[in-house]
T-cell receptor
């Protein structure tokens, strides 16, 4: 089955800096890669996603890049703000794992004012 | 447009009792997924259902756990004879069907199960 590795496990930045979180996946047939933000005690919220026919997608301050050959994808947050502080999860789906999401272990992002 | 609804939000059960967790998907969504999140860990897939069908239950423990999504009413995750290790947050997600957006899963607020 699919396996997703996420790094780093914790990330601390100053307000205004950029933050990058990276994930690798094992199943080359996976074709859908969402990112979720989870605040303490809250539900995971879908913030951006990318499909395998696209190399990059951007939405305001967040962007995701995908390298299918290397089987890795990354989340980029620019001009970070304190309200970006949360746990971020990457996930992969599709191929032999159609429907279910396989999540990475999560990254605790702290943005210091 | 109401999001995914789950109830109860918090559930306390003694060891050996049964826990029933309910999930109502977003309007227009016919796919339901259940995930479990242990304290300070990631989300683990349990089961994927469509109306009256279990599509993938590869993440569901073989014993004590069952799930259903009947033609009418919410999806139910049932845990029989709960043990302390079942204490976790259980999240339900739903996605639309028959469209390019069928991959997108939207999560409910979760049910936090505590087994004493």
């Amino acid at each position: 089955g699919e396996n997703v590795e996420q790094h780093p496990s914790t990330l601390s930045v100053q307000e205004g800096d950029s933050a990058v979180i990276k994930c690798t996946y094992s199943d080359s047939a996976s074709n859908y890669f969402p990112w979720y933000k989870q605040e303490l005690g809250k539900r995971p919220q879908l913030i951006i996603d990318i499909r395998s026919n696209v190399g990059e997608k951007k939405d305001q301050r967040i962007a995701v890049t995908l390298n299918k050959t290397a089987k890795h994808f990354s989340l980029h947050i620019t001009e970070t703000q304190p309200e970006d502080s949360a746990v971020y999860f990457c996930a992969a789906s599709g191929g032999t794992s159609y429907g279910k999401l396989t999540f990475g272990q999560g990254t605790i992002l702290t943005v210091h004012p | 447009n109401a999001g995914v609804m789950q109830n109860p939000r918090h559930l306390v059960r003694r060891r050996g009792q049964e826990a029933r967790l309910r999930c109502s998907p977003m309007k227009g969504h016919s796919h339901v997924y259940w995930y479990r999140q242990l304290p300070e860990e990631g989300l683990k897939f349990m089961v994927y259902l469509q109306k009256e069908n279990i599509i993938d239950e590869s993440g569901m423990p073989k014993e004590r756990f069952s799930a259903e999504f009947p033609k009418e009413g919410p999806s139910i995750l049932r845990i029989q004879q709960v043990v302390r290790g079942d204490s976790a947050a259980y999240f339900c997600a739903s996605s639309p069907s028959g469209s390019i957006r069928s991959y997108e899963q939207y999560f409910g607020p979760g049910t936090r199960l505590t087994v004493t």
